[in-house]
């Protein structure tokens, strides 16, 4: 039973015992699946039309506690419920569980049955309704950097996150011997995926020891979104169930590269790439050029979509194949963003900013937004930076900070224009929940350096 199921499929499935459980999942602010475990038959019976959830799932932090300063929902205002309203379009089987499906869901007020517009997938759905207003189709892909390690996530967090032993000890950037140590875990995540119609291309390994790097076809943005989203999942899951942990978080100790979550980019107009003509520059069409150029002149708006956490700008650091710029070149791993395929008719922008623990919606609408107002704006792309640009002088940064990040997407009014104020504010809060709960935080460096010398 591989790819993706139609609703009728799925209910022949459970008349015929192949499924008996079926995931009705919304995405939360971080990009995580949350939702209920139903009855196949009961779903496929009544609640394919709607099922409901509290409204605090999208006003939480990554430890589901429940902070002020919201708009949407409150203690004040009671937590009330959201519609969960399963988009059919998206069901699939998930291998890796047995007899289970799953399918995803747009949020909905419980009351008017509007969209709920800071829910992650409405976001992204609003700029791709702008982008085909203009009569153009986003095309995306985004690449998946982890790290495995040797113990269980519970093994792991009974040592406080002291006992981190990668799965492997060495650099395995493209090492076939180092990844075929990992194949119990890389596998089956690769097959389960595609048997549950995620068209996975390969996997790697990255550039440090237990990094790996999943890589799937792009496809429509949402399509996309969704794609990064069960597969991060899922590799947590396959690791879990052979009894070793994946994590995401983009910089897990000081000495280690980061792990990124790279995005392609391109738009497609007529079942062709409008970011393609033949005989220009590189291969780029003036839209390319426009659509980059908004990107790069907004790339401190969007930075709190593409490194939403403290931890996300620890990974920018020289020499790390993180960049450190927002500026773009052709070809070269130490730009911001990248020039794929030139003079190709795969042509393509990568932006490398984008960290491991994006939210894939928020990121890939960020950056259509900038692109969008680029050739709004008709802007005109600079010429490419060329050579070492870790040590480029007079060209912009990406913000250092979570701090600094928050401040300009408050001030930003691209991105006020393009997701409305409602939006902004309410993640402009969520960078801060962030950066308020690190700020109260006695770290290990800070009682290493401080407890004998202070």
């Known amino acids: 039973m591989p790819g993706q199921m139609s609703f009728d499929a799925l209910k022949r499935a459970v008349a015929e015992g192949g499924i008996d459980t079926v995931l009705v999942c919304l995405i939360d602010m971080q990009g995580r699946l949350m939702g209920k475990r139903f009855v196949a038959q009961h779903f496929v019976d009544s609640a394919w039309e709607e099922t409901h959830c509290c409204n605090y799932l999208l006003a939480t932090d990554l430890e589901m506690a429940t902070p002020d300063g919201y708009a949407s929902t409150s203690w004040r205002a009671g937590y009330g419920d959201?519609?969960?309203?399963?988009?059919?379009?998206?069901?699939?089987?998930?291998?890796?569980?047995?007899?289970?499906?799953?399918?995803?869901?747009?949020?909905?007020?419980?009351?008017?049955?509007?969209?709920?517009?800071?829910a992650p997938r409405q976001v992204l759905k609003a700029q791709v309704a702008r982008a085909e207003a203009m009569g153009l189709t986003p095309i995306m892909a985004t690449e998946l950097e982890f790290f495995l390690f040797e113990k269980s996530l519970r093994e792991i967090a009974a040592s406080g996150f002291r006992d981190l032993t990668p799965i492997s000890a060495y650099n395995e950037d493209y090492n076939i011997f180092q990844t075929t140590k990992e194949e119990a875990v890389m596998r089956p995540l690769r097959n389960h995926l595609w048997a549950a119609g995620i068209p996975v291309?390969?996997?790697?390994?990255?550039?440090?020891?237990?990094?790996?790097?999943?890589?799937?076809?792009?496809?429509?943005?949402?399509?996309?979104?969704?794609?990064?989203?069960?597969?991060?999942?899922?590799?947590?899951?396959?690791?879990?169930?052979?009894?070793?942990?994946?994590?995401?978080?983009?910089?897990?100790?000081?000495?280690?590269?980061?792990?990124?979550?790279?995005?392609?980019?391109?738009?497609?107009?007529?079942?062709?790439?409008?970011?393609?003509?033949?005989?220009?520059?590189?291969?780029?069409?003036?839209?390319?050029?426009?659509?980059?150029?908004?990107?790069?002149?907004?790339?401190?708006?969007?930075?709190?979509?593409?490194?939403?956490?403290?931890?996300?700008?620890?990974?920018?650091?020289?020499?790390?194949?993180?960049?450190?710029?927002?500026?773009?070149?052709?070809?070269?791993?130490?730009?911001?963003?990248?020039?794929?395929?030139?003079?190709?008719?795969?042509?393509?922008?990568?932006?490398?900013?984008?960290g491991s623990d994006i939210n894939p919606y928020l990121a890939l609408a960020a950056l259509l937004a900038a692109g969008l107002r680029g050739i709004e704006e008709k802007l005109d792309l600079a010429p490419p930076t060329r050579g070492d640009i870790y040590e480029s002088a007079d060209v912009p940064e990406i913000p250092r900070t979570l701090r600094e990040a928050t401040e300009t997407l408050r001030s930003s009014a691209m991105l006020r224009a393009a997701m409305g104020d409602f939006v902004v504010d309410h993640y402009t809060r969520a960078a801060e929940v962030e950066q308020d709960a690190f700020d109260l935080a006695v770290t290990d460096w800070e009682l290493a350096r401080g407890f004998e010398r202070a």
């Not at 089987?93 to 049955?113: F, I, K, M, Q, R």
Request: glycine share 8%.
């Open 201 to 354: 291309e390969n996997s790697k390994g990255e550039a440090e020891a237990g990094q790996e790097e999943l890589n799937i076809k792009y496809g429509p943005a949402l399509l996309a979104a969704d794609y990064h989203t069960i597969a991060k999942h899922a590799t947590k899951e396959i690791a879990w169930a052979q009894g070793h942990a994946a994590t995401f978080l983009p910089k897990w100790h000081k000495d280690r590269v980061g792990s990124a979550a790279h995005v392609h980019q391109s738009l497609w107009k007529d079942g062709r790439n409008a970011f393609f003509e033949k005989g220009a520059d590189h291969g780029m069409s003036e839209l390319m050029r426009q659509y980059v150029a908004g990107q790069i002149k907004y790339a401190a708006d969007l930075t709190v979509f593409l490194a939403p956490y403290v931890n996300s700008y620890k990974r920018f650091v020289k020499g790390t194949f993180a960049p450190t710029k927002t500026v773009w070149s052709v070809d070269n791993r130490t730009a911001g963003f990248r020039l794929c395929g030139e003079n190709t008719p795969g042509v393509r922008i990568e932006c490398r900013i984008a």
């Open 82 to 118: 959201y519609v969960m309203k399963p988009d059919l379009e998206t069901i699939r089987p998930v291998p890796w569980l047995e007899g289970t499906a799953l399918v995803l869901c747009d949020l909905l007020d419980h009351h008017s049955h509007d969209p709920v517009p800071h």
